[in-house]
């Protein structure tokens, strides 16, 4: 397993924006599809964004498509996750997660996850 700290997370305002980071631990980073997932109070927690390590594709929910995207820097251990237009249904707790699975948005399929980090967006 890998170990995983998210960091960046704050207060803003709808239409700003706000950048993740996830710093990870061990040697083998490049190996991992990362994910990003969020849960809201009284919700499930839910997939936003993946990176596959076979090719570096991407892939993101519906409902940030165009808005957020992620990417990872192999040589630094590190994911990032860059949310542009904020809106107030984007306030969650934000999680960083690795899977060795090639493509995957199921959190069932990431073995490792971080603390996670706090999003609140104000309208």
């Known amino acids: 397993q890998v170990q995983l700290v998210e960091s960046g997370g704050g207060l803003v305002q709808a239409g700003e924006s706000l950048r993740l980071s996830c710093a990870t631990s061990g040697r083998t980073f490049s190996r991992y599809t990362m994910g990003w997932f969020r849960q809201a109070p009284g919700k499930e927690r839910e997939f936003v964004v993946g990176i596959s390590w076979f090719d570096g594709r991407t892939y993101s929910a519906d409902s940030v498509k165009g808005r957020f995207t992620v990417s990872r820097d192999n040589a630094k251990n590190t994911l990032y996750l860059q949310m542009n237009s904020l809106k107030p249904e984007d306030t969650a707790v934000y999680y960083c997660?690795?899977?060795?699975?090639?493509?995957?948005?199921?959190?069932?399929?990431?073995?490792?996850w971080g603390q996670g980090t706090q999003v609140t967006v104000s309208s």
């Open positions: 997660a690795a899977s060795g699975v090639i493509r995957t948005a199921n959190p069932t399929d990431f073995g490792s």
